[in-house]
């Protein structure tokens, strides 16, 4: 655990206005907690190892260090856990297999708060790794070694509006004020994975004089891809000046579903990848020799807008006259996916 008079200062050879700048982090509260365990399941056979981490940090966001500190003064608060597991077995004939899967997860919300931002525009992030692999390792002879590996990894993470309201209401910012309101400007989803198998198979060969050879060739495999999406909650993005609404920044101008707004995009990769060591010498000082042959292919990438009903541009820009209020209806102009109109 942390406490704020903990934090160092390292700006005191700074000018006054360069220290005024380069604030030190405040720190409000941290801390963290560590436990692992291991141990045998079955003697000489199966053994195993777990551990886990959580972490919570809150700190002063560097939009009110110059302010005083207040009691209702809203904080950036990052919680992260993490835990993994592993198995490893020793079994007859020469064979060993282990695996862990491992997770990390984080929280944090708070990260935009400001003295121009309003509770309800602030942001919430929430991200989730996992982790895996398998491997296997078999000598069915003193001169043949298998070793097989099959891993992965997949990554989510969630940016924007706080639950519940990424179908509105729609945000506002205001040009003169600089101050965002109602509702955090944008929400992003992402989701990333990656699989991989490989096998190769090892040949020990003796040589004269003490010295020996290793004959090595294998294969690998590996598939990724990536789903992201982006957009207004709501579906649009009013800016205001003074007060005064003035323009309207839409990815589609009907009510749309949180999942169809905005822009979304999709990329897929597959690689083999072939590999072979003639001649390696297992001991001694000479030169080894290895080529590797790899193949990328059917890698897709598909990207996509919300779509709009006929006579409606999918992103489009309308400036509001200042006497119009929050609640008038906006046609957007089919002229362009990003056009300007000013409303009769």
């Known amino acids: ?31 963290e907690a560590i436990g692992q365990a291991g141990g045998t399941i079955l003697r000489d056979r199966l053994w195993f190892f777990s551990g886990s981490q959580q972490d919570r940090n809150d700190t002063r966001t560097a939009a009110f260090s110059a302010r005083p500190l207040t009691s209702d003064e809203p904080f950036a608060s990052v919680t992260e856990r993490r835990v993994i597991g592993k198995l490893t077995a020793a079994l007859p004939r020469a064979i060993r297999m282990e695996g862990f899967v491992a997770r990390n997860l984080t929280d944090a919300s708070g990260l935009n708060a400001g003295p121009l931002v309003e509770p309800d525009a602030m942001t919430t992030n929430d991200w989730s790794d996992d982790i895996w692999s398998v491997r296997f390792l078999g000598a069915p002879t003193d001169r043949w070694l298998l070793d097989a590996r099959h891993g992965g990894n997949h990554r989510d993470g969630v940016s924007g509006p706080a639950t519940g309201r990424r179908n509105g209401p729609p945000p506002r910012v205001d040009l003169v004020t600089a101050v965002q309101a109602v509702n955090a400007q944008v929400y992003s989803d992402w989701n990333s994975w990656i699989r991989a198998t490989s096998a190769a198979l090892t040949r020990y060969v003796d040589g004269r004089a003490g010295f020996g050879h290793e004959l090595k060739a294998g294969l690998e495999y590996e598939r990724a891809g990536l789903v992201d999406s982006s957009g207004h909650p709501g579906g649009r993005l009013y800016y205001d000046q003074a007060g005064q609404p003035f323009q309207v920044i839409s990815g ?44 990328r292919g059917i890698a897709r990438t598909r990207s996509r807008r919300a779509r709009a009903s006929p006579g409606t541009s999918a992103a489009a820009t309308t400036r509001l006259p200042a006497r119009t209020t929050a609640g008038t209806t906006i046609r957007s ?3 362009s996916p990003h056009s300007a109109r000013r409303l009769p």
């Open 1 to 31: 655990m942390t406490r704020p008079s903990w934090t160092a200062n390292n700006s005191g050879a700074l000018t006054p206005e360069l220290a005024a700048q380069f604030r030190p982090l405040e720190v409000l509260g941290r801390w």
């Open 252 to 295: 589609t101008a009907q009510p749309i579903a949180a999942a169809t707004a905005g822009r979304r995009s999709t990329s897929r990769t597959h690689g083999v990848s072939a590999f072979r060591s003639p001649s390696t010498p297992a001991s001694g000082s000479t030169a080894s020799v290895a080529s590797r042959r790899t193949t």
């Open 333 to 335: 102009s089919p002229a």
